[in-house]
């Protein structure tokens, strides 16, 4: 099933997701922890049993992130476990992006990671793909870019970026860090991260 954008479904944990978007974005009083935690797990499960397919199209803009998980191995079950879940201080900015390269189909590009802190500014980017019917980005950084105010000092390939952005098609996806969404809306989406960690991003304009 191809989902188109679901800011008019009237599920409780998009109404939820949706309200903690608002309230970090406006400074306003945020729901728990615990609770945001629970709606990301119901959005993940109702869209593998809806089978939900979005867009590439979708993820297009720009997306800070709002709140995040850690994980738990789970002793003599080889599983883990989704740790307490995190705002991230309004203080912190912490974006993502992708854009599209013209010589390539849509789905593949580049990705970009930035961390700001007062006049520092970390970024990180590097090619990635989106496998449509499972609704996975699997990317891999290979350029690092630290500036203060706006000058830039360091500028660089991460392990010979260069080479590994070349043969990027080829590696397997077992082999690179991905990205599993399953809630995009106009104004945020969510998605599991390959160590099992959850993570909510809402629009940036």
Same mark, same amino acid.
């Given at each position: 099933?191809?989902?188109?954008?679901?800011?008019?479904?009237?599920?409780?944990?998009?109404?939820?997701?949706?309200?903690?978007?608002?309230?970090?974005?406006?400074? $306003? *009083? &945020?729901?728990?922890?615990?609770?945001?935690?629970?709606?990301?797990?119901?959005?993940? /499960?109702?869209?593998?049993? =809806?089978?939900?397919?979005?867009?590439?199209?979708?993820?297009?803009? @720009?997306?800070?992130?709002?709140?995040?998980?850690?994980?738990? @191995?789970?002793?003599?079950? %080889?599983?883990?476990?989704?740790?307490?879940?995190?705002?991230?201080?309004?203080?912190?900015?912490?974006?993502?992006?992708?854009?599209?390269?013209?010589? *390539?189909?849509?789905?593949?590009?580049?990705?970009?990671? =930035?961390?700001?802190? %007062?006049?520092?500014? +970390?970024?990180?980017?590097?090619?990635? #793909?989106?496998? %449509? #019917?499972?609704? &996975?980005?699997?990317?891999?950084?290979? *350029?690092? *870019?630290? $500036?203060?105010?706006?000058?830039?000092?360091?500028?660089?390939?991460?392990? $010979?970026? /260069?080479?590994?952005? $070349?043969?990027?098609?080829?590696?397997?996806?077992?082999?690179?860090?991905?990205?599993?969404? +399953?809630?995009?809306?106009?104004?945020?989406?969510?998605?599991?991260?390959?160590?099992?960690?959850?993570?909510?991003?809402?629009?940036?304009?």
């Amino acid at each position: 099933m191809t989902a188109n954008l679901i800011s008019n479904t009237t599920t409780d944990f998009i109404n939820l997701l949706s309200h903690t978007a608002t309230a970090y974005r406006e400074g $306003s *009083q &945020l729901p728990a922890a615990e609770v945001v935690v629970n709606a990301l797990l119901a959005a993940e /499960k109702t869209a593998k049993l =809806q089978k939900l397919n979005y867009p590439f199209e979708s993820l297009g803009g @720009k997306w800070r992130l709002c709140f995040a998980t850690g994980t738990k @191995k789970v002793r003599n079950r %080889g599983g883990i476990i989704i740790g307490k879940g995190r705002y991230v201080p309004k203080f912190i900015k912490i974006h993502l992006g992708f854009s599209t390269r013209e010589e *390539q189909a849509l789905g593949k590009g580049e990705i970009m990671n =930035q961390v700001q802190l %007062g006049a520092i500014l +970390f970024k990180l980017t590097g090619p990635f #793909k989106y496998l %449509g #019917k499972k609704n &996975l980005l699997a990317f891999d950084f290979t *350029q690092i *870019q630290i $500036s203060l105010f706006n000058w830039m000092f360091v500028n660089k390939a991460i392990f $010979s970026g /260069k080479d590994k952005d $070349s043969n990027f098609d080829a590696q397997p996806i077992a082999k690179l860090p991905f990205f599993a969404f +399953f809630l995009v809306t106009e104004d945020l989406i969510a998605a599991r991260g390959r160590g099992g960690g959850l993570a909510l991003w809402i629009k940036d304009n």
